[in-house]
């Protein structure tokens, strides 16, 4: 599909590195210049992006796909911290809350992004952790500061105010009409600067005493995470309110998993495993292939339903049936990923109308088990329909939010990193957590996470994602790969909240079925379904409430396609953008050489050679 494209197609030969901020695709740049390769370039760009506030820092969390062209396997790299000691429901029921709070020290979850990083680089990683970080560490001396960041701090400052490590950092010009930094204004973070000069220092002195490359980084990840930056990070959160122990940390440990994977059209197309959203787009892949897309042409009417119905029902089981795989009970993935459970499915996809009643399905017969939950889903209000094996809601609408936040919590963004060379590494990274207004943990410099909103408290809404200690919450965060013919073809990820695998599944089928170039699906007119529960934000239970029917469209969508959607009962609602923002990288093995697409909704940017 040829189309004119607001920023240009990068290309590379040796490398490439993208991600939302410049100044971190920088990072990844100079990084690749030193020699290093994609994973050390990944984690250059993740360092300075966790620096700068905006949308990540350094106490949050980090999923990543890595394809390692040594062994030729993808590997899932899962450094999503845990909830903590004492987070239990009765703990948080008994302070009032519906969810684990939004925002300061208790909706922190054990810093991830540290350990992931430093276990990437040493692992897969060529340069030392001093090489990776130094970039980092010459922003957190001072760099000048973004205005949408700067912005940000101003308009979060009474909530800043309530905690004294983030008032002392981020309000520069106490008293003043504007608290906040200027932008363009050089910020300074002494305590953030001194913590990631003891990780280097850590590895400085264990490579004196004669220690391997990749022992010595993780003896600044030791340092981190039971060493004195441990102390003050637990003493700096217990102080105000946090409940994280020493214990939590030492304990917590990044994990290489198996990542899951479904064939698309002869593509395997690789997810973390459900304790992201991941494999809802694996799942809606699955209900997709039994349909002629091609033939119902880009952002039809028909295409716009069929795959809005598919997201429906793929979100419907993400909502019941997804949470940590380590933690009981056992969610039943084998048959949420089946294809014959995939048929089941397609076949209530109707053509008349939008079903505003789709709910879960019932995978469990798919992998020779019995629902256990049965007596739940009718506790919760479903009805189950024996002959289609689906499980209807009677109340799953309601959301009276308004549209504005709802709209905020729907798309709350993050960041993306994505990067390969010319040996065959590929990387792609979803990071997030410790986004601004952030609690800051004592004198460490480090923004705490606010994952444990994603949390339930009410096993009626998933029993697979209930508060525990120990646990991990169902992110949303959730980065892709593609393999074609056994070797790296697309490796894709979007920042948005529970807006990540609609746009990410609409660009895999703009490039597959659509032809499009990486810059083209990543400029794309995509659209949006609110026709699920979200995952962030909202203390009432109602806030979090599926809109049946409700669709975010593109300005340019013709009125014609409007006029249909309507009939079909959709509530319409438009934006300039619908896109993502989505960041990729093409694998061109005709002429042996990388297409990036960088995103043109506004801050991301990439850089090849």
């Known amino acids: 599909m040829a189309q004119q494209t607001q920023k240009p197609p990068l290309h590379g030969k040796h490398w490439m590195a993208i991600t939302g901020k410049p100044l971190a695709a920088t ?26 506030w905006d949308v990540l820092s350094w106490g949050g969390e980090t999923q990543a796909l890595i394809y390692n062209p040594k062994t030729k396997k993808v590997i899932a790299l899962n450094a999503m911290g845990v909830a903590p000691t004492g987070a239990t429901p009765d703990f948080f029921k008994r302070k009032g809350y519906n969810f684990p709070p939004e925002n300061g020290p208790l909706a922190a979850t054990t810093p991830g992004t540290p350990g992931g990083l430093m276990h990437m680089l040493a692992h897969y990683g060529t340069l030392s952790l001093a090489q990776v970080l130094a970039p980092a560490l010459e922003m957190a001396a001072g760099y000048p500061i973004e205005a949408q960041t700067a912005n940000s701090i101003e308009k979060n400052k009474a909530l800043l105010k309530q905690w004294p490590y983030s008032k002392k950092l981020f309000l520069t010009h106490p008293g003043q009409p504007r608290e906040a930094p200027e932008a363009g204004e050089i910020f300074v ?14 590895e400085k002195a264990a490579l004196q005493q004669g220690k391997s490359r990749k022992e010595a980084i993780m003896a600044a990840y030791n ?10 990070f637990v003493r700096g959160s217990k102080e105000q309110g946090g409940l994280i122990t020493m214990q939590d940390l030492a304990r917590w440990k990044p994990l290489e998993e198996e990542p899951l994977m479904v064939t698309y059209k002869g593509i395997d197309v690789y997810k973390l495993p459900q304790w992201t959203q991941g494999p809802a787009m694996l799942q809606a892949l699955n209900l997709l292939e039994n349909f002629d897309l091609q033939a119902m042409g880009y952002n039809s009417s028909k295409y716009i339903h069929t795959v809005y119905q598919a997201m429906s029902l793929a979100f419907a089981d993400r909502d019941f049936y997804y949470g940590d795989p380590l933690a009981a009970p056992q969610e039943p993935i084998k048959g949420l990923l089946s294809k014959t459970y995939a048929k089941q499915r397609a076949r209530l996809i109707q053509y008349q109308q939008n079903d505003p009643r789709i709910g879960p399905g019932d995978p469990y017969p798919f992998e020779g088990r019995k629902n256990p939950y049965l007596k739940l889903l009718k506790a919760r209000g479903y009805e189950l329909d024996t002959t289609k094996r689906n499980f209807a809601p009677k109340h799953d609408v309601g959301n009276t939010s308004a549209p504005a936040e709802y709209q905020e919590r729907l798309w709350l963004g993050t960041t993306t990193m994505e990067a390969a060379d010319k040996e065959g590494w590929v990387v792609s990274i979803t990071p997030s957590g410790g986004w601004l207004p952030a609690c800051v943990a004592g004198n460490t410099g480090v923004g ?51 807006t990540q695998d609609q746009n990410l599944l609409q660009f895999f089928l703009n490039v597959v079925e659509f032809g499009m170039s990486v810059q083209q699906a990543a400029e794309a007119a995509n659209f949006n379904t609110n026709q699920l529960w979200l995952s962030l934000g909202g203390s009432k239970t109602e806030d979090r409430q599926p809109k049946p029917g409700q669709i975010l469209l593109n300005n340019s969508t013709p009125e014609p396609v409007r006029a249909d959607l309507k009939k079909l009962g959709y509530i319409l609602s438009f934006d300039e953008r619908t896109s993502g923002p989505i960041n990729a990288i093409y694998v061109d093995w005709k002429h042996g050489s990388l297409w990036g697409g960088s995103s043109n909704h506004g801050e991301d940017y990439g850089i090849g050679w």
Do not use: H, W
Request: hydrophobic share 45%.
């Open 27 to 52: 990072a990844g740049a100079m990084t690749f210049q030193q020699g290093g390769n994609a994973v050390d370039a990944a984690c250059a760009m993740l360092a300075a992006t966790c620096t700068m």
């Open 189 to 202: 973070q002494q305590d953030l600067l001194q913590t990631l000069t003891k990780l280097v220092e850590a």
């Open 223 to 232: 340092r981190f995470y039971t060493g004195d930056i441990a102390q003050e």
């Open 448 to 498: 705490m996470s606010q994952r444990m909103q994603s949390f339930v408290l009410d096993p009626t809404l998933n029993p697979f994602n209930v508060v525990a200690p120990g646990k991990r919450p169902r992110v949303t965060l959730t980065p892709s790969m593609a393999l074609k013919d056994g070797k790296p073809f697309l490796s894709f990820a979007v920042q948005g909240g529970d």
